[in-house]
């Protein structure tokens, strides 16, 4: 049965739900619940998508308007997309599930909830799209929605963490909106099928290379790609809990999705520059975010900084861009949302358990010996940063490391491996001092705080793609097959 | 008339990023929005000299210009008005809670 409507409705479901929300704003449990439902339709809806690209054996694509693909806005749900939209309604649900158990002011406000959907549907849309320019439009709701999240936010520093990154992003807007131009005069198409075929048959236009330079950058700047980093530990400590877990592990995806589609379907030709730049830049923010989580004072900004240096794994496996690396980029971006966003989870739950409700590690020090449910919860998800069985941390981290040994990079391997134990040694460090150390006298542990059913939903399925591999690897095998065969896209795209 | 255009693109965005780098969080908002103008006539530009007859109008003589970077165009505006509206009410915040509108006395993240 083909429907090709199906690739809409993981965005129009939050998009409509979000709106409908805000006609609820009066009504806050009925909103908090309405919003619950619209996210988990979105990744019901999200997942027949899955199943249709995985049953049908090809993209499912949507020419809204019924205009052919050149000329209309195109939807494409192929193994990719629909693999990382799966994965972003998974922890965007688990967010919501939080924000419900939640006692922050910030998921009191009636815009939250509504902004938590467009926020979905922002990320959803630019990852099903196929056109750069819609591609602009649903990556500036995507920002918009998170900045005006985080400006919210109960820390008292988050407007001005908010302000820095929306000045970041706007910079990014601007580069993208330049690439756009420049690829719509050197080749007269923004529909990336289209693209491809068009920079196929004449690579030396002389504002390729410009734009390239220009979405290289644009991609940085979204994933927190060393270089541009600077904002992403401000931005993701000051968030509230549930939106700093959706951002530091679906949001900085949307980067890696960039890359993707960069090195496998626009630039092909142009790959290998772009794979160099990506394995250098990779294993620079392993080291350095590593480094940086390890010498930080707050757990959340160490997780932050770890999310620096896991974004690294992926883009080396994106740079070594063999089929079997490229497999263990996406399995490792799957993986790395579900720890992340349990382990920011977790450690919004101590700090709302903390005597201050902060995540500074003088204060949450000796906080999680009280609570050791949240206690086991954040060990396993260390493990799985660390990559470590029986977690998918692990899966992920030996995919990737036997895709480099296939190709003998012996140097990336070592650096990157060190850079591995430098997560065994945040996180172990972390999970001492919170949940081992004897608090200091006086500090008495709040009685209530947020609920823990969220991070444990996360963790279970951390468990249980750890156990249980071989389907998430099987479907990014397929995702990473029709990456490798462009054909397959451009064809479903164009037709003919 | 091209070089004309290119030139005065070019000097916008370039005004545009040294107000961006001003101390003054006011000066470099408006550096923004210079930008964002610049950008604009950019895509403008990158479909201004194929046709100078308006697209879709019939009894006309000669070749159409090309609709669509008018269209992106549109969209940007919009979504930019949205970005700047957006800015400037942080920024108000900021200053009701710094008092001041100095880039380096607004650190409190540093600390």
Sequence with gaps: MSNPHLVLLPVLVPLGGGIIGLLLRGHHRLQALWSLGAMGAALAFSLALFAEVWQRGAPVVFQSGGWPAPFGITLVGDGLSALFVVMTFIVMVAG???ALGSRDAVVGYPAFYPLFLTLAAGLAGAMLTGDLFTMYVFAELLVISGTMLTAASDDPYGT?????YYYMSLMASFFMLLAVGCLYVAYGSLNMADLALRIAADPAAP???PAIALLSAVFMVKSAVFPF???????????????????????VKFGVYGFLRMTTLLFTAQAPMIRTILMVLGVAGILFGGLSAAATHNLKRMLAYSTLAQVGFVLVGIGWGTSAALVAALVFAF????VK????MIAGFVASRAPVKSAAFDVVTGVGRALPAAGCLFFIGGLGLAGIPPTNGFISKMLLFRSGAAESHIGVLLLIGSGGALSLIYTMRAFQQVFWTPAAAGDAVKPAGDSLLAPALLIGLVLLTGFWAAPLVASAQNAVGWMLAPHIYIHAVLGG | MEFLTALSIGMLFAVGVFQVLRRNLIRSAIGLILMTNAVNLFLLAAGAYDGFIP??????????????PQALILTAIVISMGATSFIFAVLVVISGRYRTSDADAVNGLKR
Aim: hydrophobic share 50%; proline share 7%; net charge negative.
């Design chain 1, 96 to 98: 919501v599930i939080y």
């Design chain 1, 160 to 164: 001005e963490a908010a302000f820095k």
């Design chain 1, 207 to 209: 504002l390729l290379l």
């Design chain 1, 229 to 251: 980093h600077f904002w992403q530990p401000d931005f993701h400590a000051a968030a509230p809990t549930p939106v700093s877990a959706m951002l530091s592990s679906v949001v």
């Design chain 1, 335 to 338: 993986n790395h949302s579900l």
């Design chain 1, 341 to 344: 966003s349990a382990m920011l």
């Design chain 2, 55 to 68: 697209a879709y109008a019939n009894q006309l003589e000669g070749t159409p210009s090309d609709a669509l």
